[in-house]
Every structure is written in C-alpha cells, then in structure tokens.
C-alpha cells in the first residue's frame, strides 16, 4: 500500500553560526511523516531535536541556518516559497508546538484574543462573531469549558495552559502537527490526559504528528514509528513495535531500551547509558557514538557508519549491522 508522505525531509543539515565558527546541530537527517502517523522524536537533551522542528518550520532563530538539503512538506519544498505563500502556509498546513510554550502565552491577553489573532491573520476578513464561535468550538474540542475563554494564562492551570496552546496549533486544521516536549511540564496524570486528547484530535481531524520528547516509554506507546537521534544525526527508524526487546537495533537504542524502568522486572538493574553526549564542536569521528559504544570496533572510530535495512525493518546506521548481514541502503 502506497502512503502519501505529508513531510519529506532529505539530507538536511541545519548549523549554528558560535565564535567557534559554524557547528551543526543537525547533520545530513533523512526521514518522512506520512498520512495520519505519529513519528516519536527521541534523543537526549541536545542532541538536536528542536533544532531540526524549528527548521521543519522555517522558523529558525537569528544565527541558525539550514547548510544543506531540502524539507517538504504536503508536496511544497517550504525552503523555495515566496514569504507570503509561506505565511499562508504556516499554521495552516504545517504548526507546531513549541517546547515551553504554555509559558509562552502573552500573559496580559485573554486566551480568546490570542486565538482569535491567530485566527484573523490567515482570515482577516472573518467577523467577530464567527471567530469567537470558532475559538468556543475549539476550546470544546480540547475540552475547556468555553467560559474560560475571558481568562488570562495566569488564571489558567498548567494543564489548561497546554491545551490552550494545542488549540492555537490545530486553529486553523493543519495536516502536519509537530510538537516538542508537548507534556514534559506536566504531572504524569494531567500528562496522560494530554496525551489521550491528542490521540483523540488526531483521529477526529487527521493530521500526522510529529512527537518529540526525552522520554522513550512514552514514546514508543503512542507512535507508530520512531527517530532515534543523536548528536545531530537519526541513527535509527524503526517501528514502534520492534522496541519492546532491545535486540536488533542501534546500540544507542539499545542503551534507551536498557534505561526503561519495567515494572515486570523487579530484579533487574535498571541500565544507563555510560558518558554523555559530544559538544558541537566535539563530534567525535567515525560513528558520534562510538566512544560510549560497547560494541565500538576499529572501524568504529574512523569511518561514518552505513546506514543499514535490518530485519526488524528500522534503518540502522551502524558498523556493527552492517556486519552482522543488515542490507544497505
Ligand atoms: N542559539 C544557539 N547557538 C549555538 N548553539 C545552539 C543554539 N541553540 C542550540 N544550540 C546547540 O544545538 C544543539 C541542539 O540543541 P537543541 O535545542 O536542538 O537540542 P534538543 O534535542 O531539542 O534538546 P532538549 O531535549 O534539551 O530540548 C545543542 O548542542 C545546543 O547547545
Ligand atoms: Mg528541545
């Protein structure tokens, strides 16, 4: 079966302009999101995650920059658009969540008008009437009371807060959603209702999303497929399902596997990964990895890995795969 690709991301590389000269963040990255997918972004913290949403966005902050490869998303390589097609496209066909944002709300605007701005910059023609049903409408889809349209962010709890920003990002029905760390703020049962409702929204309007976060457990629950990155490259893809055995995929995988409290296990150590993720300007060579690697080989320290198909139908991209019998791609 055919699926039609919403996000199609081909050898982009996006770096930092530091008095260290340029260092990138996000190095030679190639995946797609499909039709009505949940692709799980995970990665330890720096390691580029956000770097890579903000240039999915073409939102990149002041001394970031895209330093090669292309990014299309619903067809439209967003890299080659006028600024206002781009203006028009934003949020309409592709928005995003952003890492904190519940904090980000203008704190001494009601939630109405925050949504109803967000609502007239695509339409500014739309009349008050018909944008404040429109901010009720999407103030039931993520379940609060519409009442609560008059407040002020401070008025609101943490949880109503991300909701609110939820529905700033689905006002106006993109098929494209990303959202970074969407949950991390919350408590673990105001999280789990979060989650639940982006499942739900998902459904009721088909979008794909685009979920990064820290935490793997969670993750692999709600997606249907899974980046693995680290220092700035995907070392892995793999469907959701092949995680809940360690076996089979990249070393770094595996050591997030390892790290995952179960409760089945009473027994046994919970095991991190040893050492920490490079500086920009401390990439190791060969595979970034391999310092921490316990499989790390001689090849291991010098050459680029190759990115590997495996059984368990993830992309690889490690020596030890390509070993092993892993076809390459
Ligand atoms: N403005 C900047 N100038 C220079 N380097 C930056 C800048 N912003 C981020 N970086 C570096 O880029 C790398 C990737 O950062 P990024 O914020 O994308 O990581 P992340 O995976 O989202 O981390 P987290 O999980 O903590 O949110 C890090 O090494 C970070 O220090
Ligand atoms: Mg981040």
């Not at 998303?73 to 206002?84: H, K, R, S, T, W």
């Not at 997030?256 to 089945?264: D, N, Y």
């Amino acid at each position: 079966m055919s699926r039609t690709p919403v996000l199609e991301v081909n050898n982009l590389s996006v770096g930092y302009e530091t008095t260290k000269g340029l260092l990138e963040a996000v190095r030679k990255v190639d995946f797609s999101v499909y039709e009505n997918e949940i692709v799980g972004l995970i990665g330890e913290s720096g390691s580029g995650k956000s770097t890579l949403a903000y240039a999915l966005m073409r939102l990149l902050k002041n001394g970031a920059k895209v330093t090669g490869g292309s990014v299309k998303v619903l067809g439209q390589d967003i890299y080659n658009m006028d600024p206002e097609t781009l203006r028009k496209f934003r949020w309409s066909s592709i928005s995003m969540v952003f890492q904190s944002a519940m904090n980000a709300l203008n704190p001494v605007m009601t939630v109405e008008q925050q949504i109803i701005d967000t609502l007239r910059f695509h339409n500014p023609n739309i009349s008050k009437k018909a944008a404040f049903e429109a901010a009720c409408e999407l103030f039931e889809l993520v379940r609060i009371d519409p009442s609560r349209l008059k407040s002020y962010p401070h008025e609101l709890s943490g949880g109503m807060r991300q909701r609110v920003v939820i529905a700033i990002a689905i006002a106006l029905k993109p098929k494209f959603v990303i959202m970074d760390e969407p949950t991390t703020a919350l408590d673990v049962v105001v999280q789990k209702s979060i989650l639940d409702q982006i499942m739900e929204l998902k459904e009721q309007l088909g979008f794909s999303i685009l979920f990064i976060s820290h935490d793997f457990s969670l993750v692999s629950e709600i997606a249907d497929r899974v980046a693995v990155m680290y220092s700035g490259r995907l070392v892995e893809v793999a469907d959701s399902d092949t995680l809940s055995t360690p076996e089979g995929h990249h070393p770094y995988t595996e050591g997030l596997i390892h790290a995952i409290p179960r409760l089945t296990d009473k027994h046994t150590k919970l095991r991190g990964i040893p050492g920490n993720p490079p500086a920009l300007d401390k990439i190791p060579s060969g595979c970034a990895f391999h310092p921490r690697c316990k499989y790390a080989e001689a090849a291991c320290f010098t050459e680029a890995p190759p990115i590997v198909k495996t059984e368990h139908h993830s992309i690889v991209e490690c020596h030890l795969h390509a070993k092993v019998g892993g076809a390459r791609v």
